[in-house]
Each structure stands twice: as C-alpha cells, then as structure tokens.
C-alpha cells in the first residue's frame, strides 16, 4: 500500500472528527485512533500527529517518515473504509524501528477488535425486537 495525497489528512476538523468520534487504543510508543466510513469501499485517510513534546523538528520528521513508511507496509488491513489518525509519544523518539513496527502491528490488531465489537453493538441496539 502507497500513501498517495489523497489518502492523508490536511484538514484540523478531519483530525479533530477522528478524534471526536473514533475509538482509540494507546500503545506503548503510539495512540492509533479510527472512525469506520459509511461506505467501506471508499479509500482510507490517514493522520500523523507528532507534537513538541517528542522533540525537535528533525526528530519530530523522522518520526513521521518511519510511521508513513509502517503504515505503507503494515496498514493493508486499514486501506478501504476507515479514517486513521497515529499520535506519536515522547517514548518513539528513542525507540528503534523495529519496536516501532512492533506497538504498530499490536495497537492495530487491538483497535481492529475494538471497532468490530463497535460495530457489532451498534448493528444489535439498530435492530428490531
């Protein structure tokens, strides 16, 4: 999977949308948030939030550059119907690429479970008695 121009998050309201109404699961270097599209056959949008507190500018870069390239990787799961945001923590400016790929692979495989119980839920409160 490419991460094309379409596929990433410009807008304030989109990441604050994602925010407002996803699920979010934390892992130890990461926080992916995700909210499922109406249609599932739309592309994916994602968003990388990094913010001072990880470091400076180059670090802070870095650090987007390596979750850009995880998600091309490993986000074959997210590429149809959802819009994902990944927050970094302070803790992935010292953290190898490996033990990156590693809280990525764990958190998403948590948040997919997260949302399927979600959408479980809310398709049972939908249907009649």
């Not at 699920?23 to 056959?41: H, K, N, W």
């Not at 953290?95 to 948040?111: C, G, N, W, Y």
Request: glycine share 4%; net charge positive; charged share 25%.
């Amino acid at each position: 999977m490419r991460l094309t121009r379409q596929q990433s998050m410009t807008r304030a309201y989109e990441f604050a949308q994602v925010r407002r109404l996803g699920t979010s699961i934390a892992g130890r270097l990461l926080v992916l948030s995700a909210v499922p599209l109406d249609d599932m056959q739309n592309a994916s949008k994602f968003g990388i939030i990094c913010t001072k507190k990880v470091g400076c500018a180059v670090m802070r870069n870095r650090l987007k550059r390596r979750v850009r390239e995880l998600l091309r990787s490993h986000g074959d799961e997210f590429a149809f119907g959802f819009h994902l945001v990944c927050i970094l923590r302070w803790r992935a400016a010292t953290a190898p690429f490996e033990e990156m790929e590693k809280d990525l692979q764990k958190t998403s495989v948590r948040l997919l479970k997260a949302l399927r119980k979600q959408s479980i839920a809310t398709t049972e409160s939908l249907s009649p008695a």
